[in-house]
């Protein structure tokens, strides 16, 4: 208990003796777990935005005027015996009339509707029709162009949000793919600064560490207090990454809150507190395995004493 005491205490004297070495290796390391954290963050947003894109897409159905009640249900019953079909909405004429007429169109566009008595409606039934996930967008359109149909539906409108979808696909493939790059490199930086760092801080303590030696210290006993401070590096530079990651989410949250109308389509730091730590902890994990990797290269030639 004594010697692992003594351990943490020559691992701590280290750390902060050489602080301007250590803040050097700790922002090193910083910039890596930050180039990886925004790079899980992109992915899942984009991953968060293909989904609320799906949740908001529909066809919708005009179907022609005149069209008995009776046959329009017949028509959503046909739709929702389809395995495609997540769900479907009657929209009836009175309030299509009352959608348009709240609607941002012009004033002049509204004035065409006063051509029509109170107990006229111009407007026919719709069926706003919605899939499990885009691609089944296809089949359901197969379904309703069929001849048995035709003379049911008047027009149906879907907008290509596939596109949509592959754009953001393919941005995310090319930042994931340059991120990878520029993670490597740092922390290949990371590994060189970690190890000129070491080599320069056991240097500086040859004089202590050939005396530990001389009175009968182990290699272990020697070593351990330096494998201890590339731990408390990682420590410290997930720390400070916390520091900055968790305050900007908390910035930009509400921006996409607004930009998606909705509380539900992004939401970076449930996403942070759902995968705290499998991120952050991994992150941790990865470094302190480094560092003390670096540590017991760094380290040999001074222990053949």
Known sequence: ????????KFALQGFFRNFWLSLVTITMMLMAVLSVTLMLTMDYVKTATIKGVEQKIDILISLQPGVRVERVDQFVADLENLAEVKKTSIITPEQNREMFSNSSLNTKAKKA?????????????????????IEQYPVITKFIDQEKYQSLVEEKSFNDY???????????????????????IFIFISAIVIFNTIRISIYSRKDEIMIMKLVGATD???????????????????LIMLAVIYPLASFIQPLLNNYFQSNQVIDIQGYFQDNFWLIFGGEWLALAILNMFSTSIAIRKYLKV
């Open 1 to 8: 208990m004594t010697s692992i005491i003594r351990i943490i």
């Open 113 to 133: 509707l006063e051509v029509f008595g109170a107990d006229e409606n111009p407007f026919s039934y719709s069926v706003a029709i919605q899939a499990y996930n």
């Open 162 to 184: 596939q596109t949509f979808i592959d754009k953001i696909n393919d941005l995310s493939r090319n930042v994931n793919k340059y991120s990878w790059y520029i993670i490597a």
């Open 220 to 238: 272990w006993f020697v070593k351990a207090p330096f494998l201890l401070e590339g731990v408390f590096y990682a420590l410290a530079a997930v």
